[in-house]
């Protein structure tokens, strides 16, 4: 069966820091993948998404950046935190239009 | 361009009455529709999808959904509610390319006990 998984859970980052979030998927091939930020009170906004290794979409321009180094890794990184990257941070991934989407369990950013 | 409208950020009922949350979309092409559930501090589940088949889409928790094409709707339902139902709903719509899913802005379900 196909899984996801997202780490960490919850993470406690300073302003300039960096940052280095992942997921992996098992179970499938070739996914779509996706980065999703929910922001307090507000719904999800799309960040990056990518359908093959090596090809990422950004949907916001931002200090963020997403790599897809192997078929079922997808990261989330940064080079210097800001305020206004707290949120909570979700990974998903599809196959296909009728299949929806899958999303791992998230991880709570708190930039201080 | 494809949208998905949620009528209201918070619906308030109260346990066993009917649970109605409102979505209605906009697509050029026959879409298929999702509702997914997400509980505090975890990721979306899917509740249930309309992929063409039946328009009357039954799924986990007791809950079901109707797709109506002359209303462009897909309201999610549950005759009885349970004080285990709260939780935010979204729903969301499938784009015409890249498999990408258009999202509601969410309603959030209070269950008064």
């Known amino acids: 069966s196909q899984t996801i998984h997202q780490w960490p859970a919850t993470l406690v980052q300073p302003v300039g820091s960096p940052l280095s979030l992942e997921c992996t998927v098992e179970g499938t091939s070739n996914p779509n993948l996706y980065w999703y930020r929910q922001a307090a009170g507000r719904g999800l906004q799309l960040l990056f998404y990518?359908?093959?290794?090596?090809?990422i979409s950004s949907e916001v321009p931002q200090n963020l950046s997403a790599s897809r180094p192997q078929d079922r890794q997808f990261i989330l990184s940064s080079k210097k935190l800001l305020l206004s990257d707290s949120g909570f941070y979700l990974c998903a991934w599809s196959l296909g239009a009728a299949s929806g989407y899958t999303f791992g369990s998230g991880t709570r950013l708190t930039v201080v | 361009a494809q949208s998905v409208t949620q009528l209201g950020s918070h619906v308030s009922v109260s346990e066993g009455a009917l649970v109605l949350l409102r979505c209605n979309y906009s697509?050029?092409?026959?879409?298929?529709l999702f509702w997914y559930v997400q509980y505090p501090n975890q990721g979306l589940q899917l509740l249930l999808k309309y992929t063409s088949a039946a328009t009357l889409v039954k799924g986990i928790n007791g809950f079901e959904a109707e797709f109506k094409k002359s209303e462009t709707s897909f309201h999610l339902t549950k005759p009885s509610a349970h004080m285990s139902d709260a939780a935010e709903y979204f729903c969301a719509v499938s784009a015409d390319s890249n498999y990408q899913l258009i999202w509601g802005a969410g309603t959030k379900l209070i269950i008064k006990p």
């Open positions: 697509s050029s092409v026959p879409p298929y």
């Open positions: 990518s359908v093959g290794i090596g090809q």
